[in-house]
Each structure stands twice: as structure tokens, then as C-alpha cells.
């Protein structure tokens, strides 16, 4: 499905050689990588890539980056175009190129792997300590509650409108059998978080950071043993808990939520970097809300992702299926990890 979903939005990228001739290198080749394109260059090879942002939130991208490589150089590059620009206007679109970096994408199995990604994002988390935040959109400092608040209202919505279903399908009641838990469990997490530190952290300039936001496996390339990343496109400011929790669930999901790998990540970020019990407490808040359940919904019942019934079904069943294996670790982490 993916696969297709891919194919369908590189079918808007406008690949004339008007946008190549914009910079100062020759295109030989052009081959599909998942939505972007890689191109072979007289001088290496580079991802073309098609923005769905603003350019205000691009430039915000580029000066992130920038403040980065000055302690930290594993992080993807723009190519500029020959007037200087990071960036091309073609037909109302904007492009940009990057320099591709040759690595191997992070194996989330692999404890090695694990190991030299985590201690990666703590050295990027320390690097960016002291970036200034111009954008709105992109700064959410101490705005996590509010927004768990206005997630809470949105899953109340969608129960509303599955039992105003008057046949209701698969997908209805399974929804509705489970939404209750975790409508408490976003109740848990919002708790958690007013009787933390968290507003309080969200004001320390050390605590916050550029935070990926996007920790999935193929955005962490390993090369020589060590982790680079690339695709900034998510990417905002914000504490190291809220990139940690990103990071964490996306490598322990398909792994019936391994603690095993939790400590491996926790243990690895500290040799490089520090993570106090106040920020612990905060992490712990975090994953406690059920991004899984609620991102499955509001891609269902708003319609926001073109899959087809069987698709959504699938999905919603996986990941109630590891409900009991999230209690678990939660109950692990509150009481062996804080």
C-alpha cells in the first residue's frame, strides 16, 4: 500500500530540466526513492524533493541545520541553486535538492544499531541547546497540555460520530469497544504532565532542543558507526523528552513494546547526554498518551489518508492488539525507570 501511495504522489513532481539547469551540476540519471527522487550528478548524488511547507517553515529547516553543523556535522545538506537560493520555484511548487549521504538505514533489531542511533540523538539534542525559535508553528514549548486537551476533544468527536453510525462497520465497533480506555488514558497522560515539572522545564534553556520529530528508521542512516539524519521536514523546539518518546515508541512498537530496548535507548543517550528524573517523569507522560489509537482514528474518521476500508481495519486491529504489552511496559517504566 505504501508502495502505491508513493507512486501516486511522485506523480506531481514537475520534472523538467528548466529546475535542474537552476544549479551548477549536470543530471544524468533520475530514479524513485519512496516520495522523492535521487539523482546522479556530475558532482555525487543528490535527493530532489518536491515541499508540502511554507517557506517560512523552510527556512526555519535551513537555519536549524545551520546552527546544528556547528557542533554537529551528520545532518543532511541543501544544495543551492546558482542565485544562492536552498530552494526553486517551478509552476507555483517549490523544489529543493539535497546532498545524499551513503549510509545504511538504522535496523531498530539490531541492539548495535540501537545503541549508536540513541547516543546519536543525544549528541544532535546537545549540539542544538540554545537555538532561537522564530516560527510559531515550529516552537512547542509548554504546549504539549493544551494540545493533548484539544486530541481528548477530537476523540470524543470521532466516539460521537461512529455511534451516530446507523450500521455500524468492523471498524465502528472495535473503535467504540476500545475508545473509552483511551480516551482515560489521554486523561492519565495530561494529568501526568500538569503534576510534572513540565511547564517548568519548557522554560530552561538547557532542556530544550531541536527535536527531530520524525525518528523512524529510514531518517537514521548509519555510516562508519555512526548515526546521520536527514528528512528535518517534522522538526521543531521543544524538550528532549518529546524526541525520546518519538524515537522510543517508533522502535519498540513492532516489538511488543520491548523494555529491553527502552533501557538499551535510555542507557546509550546518557553516556552522551544528560536525561534527569524530572525529564524522566515527563518522557513517562508522554508515553502515556496513545498517539497510536488516536492518529488510526482521526485517519478514518477524518479521512485524511486515501487507503481503503481493509487498510484502516488492519491497522486499528494491530494496534489494539498490543494493548496488554503497552500496560506492561508503562507499569515497567513508571516503576524501574523514574
Excluded at 538505514?105 to 539534542?125: M, Q, T, V, Y
Excluded at 541547546?129 to 509548554?142: E, L, W
Excluded at 524530572?278 to 497510536?292: G, N, S
Aim: aromatic share 14%.
Amino acid at each position: 500500500m505504501s508502495d502505491r501511495l508513493d507512486k501516486t504522489y511522485l506523480k506531481r513532481y514537475n520534472l523538467s530540466l528548466d529546475i535542474f539547469d537552476r544549479f551548477d551540476f549536470h543530471v544524468r540519471d533520475v530514479c524513485p526513492i519512496r516520495s522523492v527522487f535521487m539523482i546522479s550528478t556530475d558532482k555525487g548524488e543528490k535527493i530532489f524533493k518536491k515541499l508540502d511547507y511554507s517557506l517560512e517553515e523552510l527556512k526555519f529547516i535551513d537555519n536549524m541545520i545551520s546552527y546544528l553543523n556547528k557542533n554537529f556535522n551528520r545532518t543532511m545538506k541543501f544544495a543551492r541553486c546558482r542565485d544562492g537560493n536552498i530552494y526553486t520555484m517551478y509552476k507555483g511548487e517549490v523544489y529543493c535538492i539535497i546532498d545524499l549521504i551513503r549510509g545504511r538505514e538504522c535496523d531498530f533489531d539490531n541492539p548495535i544499531d540501537l545503541k549508536i542511533a540513541s547516543k546519536g540523538i543525544a549528541n544532535f539534542h546537545k549540539a542544538s541547546v540554545g537555538f532561537k525559535c522564530d516560527i510559531d508553528k515550529r516552537d512547542n514549548r509548554g504546549k504539549l497540555i493544551d494540545k493533548f486537551e484539544v486530541k481528548k476533544e477530537e476523540m470524543e468527536f470521532f466516539k460521537n460520530i461512529a455511534n451516530i453510525h446507523e450500521t455500524k462497520n468492523e471498524f465502528d465497533n472495535i473503535f467504540l469497544k476500545e475508545v473509552d480506555y483511551y480516551i482515560d488514558q489521554i486523561n492519565e497522560s495530561i494529568n501526568l504532565l500538569k503534576n510534572s515539572n513540565y511547564y517548568k522545564l519548557s522554560k530552561e534553556r538547557n532542556k530544550n532542543v531541536i527535536c527531530h520529530h520524525d525518528l523512524a528508521h529510514h531518517n537514521i542512516l548509519i555510516k562508519d558507526e555512526e548515526a546521520y539524519f536527514i528528512d528535518f521536514d517534522y522538526s521543531i523546539l521543544d524538550l528532549k523528552s518529546h524526541d525520546l518518546c518519538n524515537f522510543i515508541t517508533k522502535a519498540i512498537k513492532n516489538s511488543a513494546f520491548d523494555i529491553e530496548k527502552t533501557e538499551n535507548i535510555l542507557n546509550s543517550y546518557s553516556k552522551e547526554n544528560t536525561i534527569d528524573r524530572e525529564e524522566l517523569k515527563v518522557l513517562y507522560a508522554i508515553l502515556t498518551f496513545p498517539e497510536d489509537f488516536y492518529s488510526i482514528s482521526k485517519n478514518y474518521y477524518t479521512k485524511c489518508k486515501d487507503w481503503d476500508e481493509r487498510a484502516f481495519l488492519n491497522k486499528l486491529i494491530k494496534k489494539c492488539g498490543y494493548k496488554e504489552d503497552r500496560k506492561e511496559f508503562l507499569k515497567y517504566f513508571k516503576d524501574n525507570i523514574i
